[in-house]
């Protein structure tokens, strides 16, 4: 386990990193650059240290779909490598259920409890309202009461937007550990009668914890892209300011994902090439160091011309695991590095792609000098129950702050004023009475 170190407070010392420099500002560039005085800091890295996912007990097999829509098992998998696909059944499963329980295992795996996260960055194209944020409702769940948090919206690219937001946060100093989510109920936006969406999509959830260390290594560079001229090309038309859900938007079916296959299929086999291309060169690696690569697992076909053919990064080194799962959209690169991990595809020192492209249009890339140890850790029966416990007492705290909150709600805050819920009307909640309208006396001609 890469062992994480708080940098120490300004002031005290430490190593400088390199000297930053201005340029247009009128100095002499020949000379020297003084040492900026005030707090000295050392160099900072963000490293992945645990990892978790979770998806529903129920599976879809292309054999089901072919009772559902005109398809076939032969046509899915020669076009998009699936085989099936798993999906909240139970109305109970929801993006939050999905996410706390992944959040759950990759802080168990840290070692480290939901009180010390900084930050919770959910990413989510199905959140579980449109406000408040899904990653709220699990910072409540998980206890995580010192975490800010917020949602991402960057589609199937969020869980590497989400990597580059945390990655900021802690080089910034802001944050030690910060937890990124992806999670989907996608089978609740797919229109199960449109044969052309419904085979590919499937729900799950994966989480990692990214933490402060000065070990060198760990996410090192991160490339973001977005074209909004392809918005509509993969798009839930419905429900938003543009067109608010109306009973004419459902009974039509604008709630449901609508698809340009085709193009969307084109703009991924271009960007994952380029975007890959980008974060190697940034962190100084080439293609042929690369040991892992975890692309986005929409599309087998997909991957095979964008990293395979164009990068010719050879297959035993690219992690497929969408025959399983299907497209999880940001769910698929979390939930295929757990899996990775499990298959001892990874192993510290290793150079290691995440790639990723969705609506948006949206693309992002990071690449990793891996350094945390991957082996697995034996449950430890009293630190299991102790987090068992932090849960518990998290959801009573939850239960004790609503009970407050209602208290509140119903007290008087005047206390010379009765209590509002008394049946008593309170003087300033009456409704001023308008004075009488005179009823202008009426002519003899209008009767
Ligand atoms: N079962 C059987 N036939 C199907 C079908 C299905 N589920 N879906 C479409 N077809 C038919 C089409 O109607 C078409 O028939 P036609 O030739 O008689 O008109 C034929 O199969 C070929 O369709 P086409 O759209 O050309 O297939 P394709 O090879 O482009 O594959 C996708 C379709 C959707 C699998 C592919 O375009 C794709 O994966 N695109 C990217 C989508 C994606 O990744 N989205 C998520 C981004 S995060």
New binding site residues.
């Given amino acids: 386990m890469v062992e994480v170190k708080q940098i120490p407070p300004a002031g005290e010392p430490g190593t400088n990193g390199a000297a930053g420099h201005t340029k247009g500002s009128g100095q002499d560039e020949s000379q020297p650059i003084a040492a900026p005085s005030g707090p000295v800091y050392q160099p900072r890295y963000a490293h992945i240290v645990g990892w978790g996912y979770h998806v529903p007990a129920k599976v879809i097999t292309n054999q089901d779909l072919e009772q559902i ?4 098992d032969e ?2 998998r020669t ?2 490598g699936i085989a099936e696909r798993h999906v909240a059944a139970d109305p109970k499963e929801t993006s939050v259920t999905l996410a706390v329980a992944a959040a759950r295992k990759a802080l168990e795996v840290a070692d480290v409890p939901a009180s010390k996260l900084d930050l919770i960055i959910c990413s989510t194209t199905t959140p579980e309202y449109s406000f408040p944020a899904t990653a709220c409702l699990i910072q409540d769940a998980l206890g995580a009461h010192n975490a800010g948090a917020f949602d991402l919206s960057a ?2 690219s969020g869980f590497v937007y989400g990597l580059s937001m945390a990655r900021g946060q802690i080089l910034a100093g802001d944050a030690e550990y910060v937890l990124v989510i992806g999670t989907e109920t996608l089978s609740r936006i797919v229109d199960w009668t449109d ?2 969406t419904c ?2 999509f499937g729900d799950g959830a994966g989480a990692v914890l990214v933490a402060a260390s000065e070990v060198p290594g760990g996410i090192l560079a991160v490339d973001l892209g977005s074209d909004g001229s392809g918005g509509d090309t ?1 798009i839930v038309p419905a429900g938003g300011s543009a067109m608010p859900t109306s009973l004419e938007t459902v009974s039509s079916g604008m709630h449901y994902i609508k ?1 340009d ?2 193009a ?2 084109r703009f ?1 086999t271009r960007v994952m090439a380029s975007a890959t291309r980008k974060v190697l060169d940034r962190a100084g690696f080439t293609t042929d160091e690369v040991d892992l690569v975890v692309p ?1 697992q ?2 087998i ?2 991957i095979q011309n964008s990293v395979l053919n164009q990068l010719k990064i050879p297959a035993d080194k690219v992690f497929v695991n969408l025959e399983r799962y299907g ?1 999880t ?1 940001t769910a698929s690169i979390p939930i295929a590095l757990c899996e990775a991990i499990e298959a001892g595809k990874l192993k510290p020192g290793y150079k290691v792609v995440f790639v990723g ?3 948006g249009l949206t693309w992002a890339a990071c690449a990793i000098d891996w350094r945390t140890p991957v082996e697995k850790q034996s449950t430890d029966w009293w630190k299991s129950t102790r987090r068992q416990a932090t849960y518990g007492a998290a959801a009573a705290r939850s239960m004790w702050k609503r009970a407050v909150r209602w208290v509140y709600d119903v007290l008087p805050t005047d206390p010379e004023a009765p209590a509002r819920d008394d049946g008593k009307e309170r003087e300033k909640d009456k409704i001023p009475q308008e004075a009488p309208v005179k009823e202008p006396a009426r002519s003899k001609e209008q009767g």
């Fill in positions: 829509v005109d398809t076939n046509w899915i076009r998009t589609a199937c044969r052309e085979i590919l993969l698809m296959g085709k969307v299929f991924a986005h929409a599309n076909r997909i497209n959209s492209f969705g609506a």
